[in-house]
């Protein structure tokens, strides 16, 4: 058998790599917009706490240790002590998941992001912004894994990049989070509402906050169709064909409503945040309003 030349090799692997960076560089550079979006209005995540940076003075207060008076920058002043204050700088694990399944390979136009870009788009920029701050950045999958360092946010991107579709993994699995950790859920949540729920308590009962990013193209919140038209469930198959859809209208939203309600309580017993995101919105809309969950994190 003849062994290819080395000039065919590096042919080959050039395709290949241009073939797997092909979905990667895209997903990157617009998660990397959005970051740099709303980093540009952010003032960052300072605040006193163990670590070796400098922060700030603050005049001393009863119950404060002699030890972190500042004396020089108290003799500088008549009357007034100092305390010294570090920056807080334990880094945290927030544990992202992504629902995989096929429900969210839908968009309603040609303008729309399909649900699936969208929420790749907000978990990825969220992990840039979270790993310039020196957070970890943990996937929650069938083998999570921790990220850190400056490349955490481009390493989860990659990962996303390269998901299959699993319509048998649309309740978010057990992840080994911890105390103070935070796990950050993004997905349209059509699924099985009880082990959601359960999947949530058990993260909860671990000790760690939680934030719910519900993302729904327009049509599904709104349900403008009429006339006869054919409905296809993504993940079953399944085929509805109503003569007169707009009949079906009122009965939809209604129900519609009421599982966004279901969500909302599920998070008020958690003491997590639900967070609503369309995507006829801004991406970066969204991912301001769930990185303003995060921070601070007693918020949660």
Known sequence: MKEPNASAQREDLRREAGAAAAGLSPLLVEAERVAQTVAAGLHGRRRAGP???????????????AGLIDWRQSARTTGRLYVRQNEWEAAATVWIW??????????????????????DVLAAALALLLSQGGERIGRIGPFPRVFAGRTAGERLCEELSADAFDDAASVPPDAPVRPFSIVVYISDFFCDFDALSAAAARAAALGAGGVMVKVNDPAEELFPFAGRIEFEDYESSARLTLGDAARLGDDYRRAF???GEQLSSL??????PLLRHRTD????????????ALNPRGAL
């Open 267 to 272: 998070c008020r017993n958690l003491r997590w």
């Open 281 to 292: 919105a801004p991406a970066s809309v969204a991912l301001m309003a769930l990185y303003a």
């Open 51 to 65: 670590g070796e940076t400098f922060w700030q003075h603050r005049p001393y207060a009863f119950g404060d240790s």
């Open 98 to 119: 992504r629902d995989p399944s096929r429900s969210l390979d839908y968009s309603s136009g040609s303008g729309l992001p399909l649900k699936r870009r969208r929420a």
């Open 257 to 259: 409503a009421e599982h």
